[in-house]
């Protein structure tokens, strides 16, 4: 599917109700285009998988329930199960209230040796680029800092509307996020013991590159919308009985 990484913005988070979430997309409608690829799909969204890393004490799960001010998240994306298509190695870093990521396109049968420490080589990358070979040697650094290792996979369904120019706008919708414990660097989209992390709660998010847009404020007025953190990972591992049932002996 296309790429379309906002490699620093802002963005904001609100918890919805489902009928809410559809009056909301409405009002989106007139001010952005749907995902393309989403556009093909029922209810216009469509399956995104995480295999999320972190240390074995947990190193990035307390930096965020600490409120560490810098701090970063090291995921695989994937869409799709099977064969050797494509995943995605992905570093998503807070500073302040800035939100920057980093991406590299990687073969599937390259993961698996990447998460062990090996060296990261223009062979492993699907799309070879300077920027997916700056973005996989900082995320394998930060792997072997680490020594991170597959901790949960988080899954959900996400409907995605954008608008490009300089002020890049990007509005999303995820349902059904689902989170379970993993231990090894498996592309399933499966979920055998599935623990859903936020109920029937749409998380919507509102992300932009420059400023916050005018009728942004206006849609927030208008439904009457408060802000709240939807961390995925860190919500998914609280909903699975915290961290005890992560860590290995």
């Known amino acids: ?77 994937y869409y799709e199960s099977g064969g050797d298509r494509p995943v995605y190695f992905e570093m998503k870093r807070r500073i302040n209230s800035i939100i920057a990521k980093k991406r590299a396109k990687v073969y599937r049968s390259s993961a698996e040796r990447l998460v062990s420490g090996f060296m990261p080589g223009w062979h492993d990358l699907a799309v070879k680029d300077d920027d997916g070979m700056d973005a996989i040697l900082d995320i394998s650094q930060k792997i072997n800092y680490l020594q991170a290792r597959p901790t949960v996979h988080v899954s959900y369904l996400r409907e995605a509307w954008m608008a490009d120019g300089t002020n890049k706008i990007r509005v999303t919708f995820d349902r059904d996020v689902y989170t379970e414990p993993v231990q090894e660097v498996v592309f399933k989209n499966e979920m055998y013991r599935p623990t859903r992390v ?10 932009f ?19 709240q953190s939807a961390a995925k990972y860190v919500d998914g591992l609280i909903n699975l009985g915290h961290e005890n049932k992560i860590r290995l002996s």
């Open 198 to 207: 936020f109920g029937n709660t749409v998380i919507l998010e509102l992300k």
């Open 1 to 77: 599917m296309p790429d379309n990484l906002q490699k620093q913005r802002f963005e904001f988070k609100y918890h919805l109700e489902s009928h809410t979430a559809l009056a909301v997309r409405d009002f989106v409608s007139s001010y952005l285009e749907l995902d393309a690829f989403g556009a093909t799909q029922p209810n216009y969204s469509y399956p995104v998988h995480s295999l999320y890393l972190d240390s074995p004490n947990l190193k990035t799960y307390y930096d965020t329930i600490n409120g560490e001010r810098n701090r970063y998240k090291l995921r695989i994306r």
């Open 209 to 227: 590159t420059d400023r916050f847009p005018e009728w942004f404020k206006t849609l927030v007025q208008v439904f009457g919308l408060r802000q």
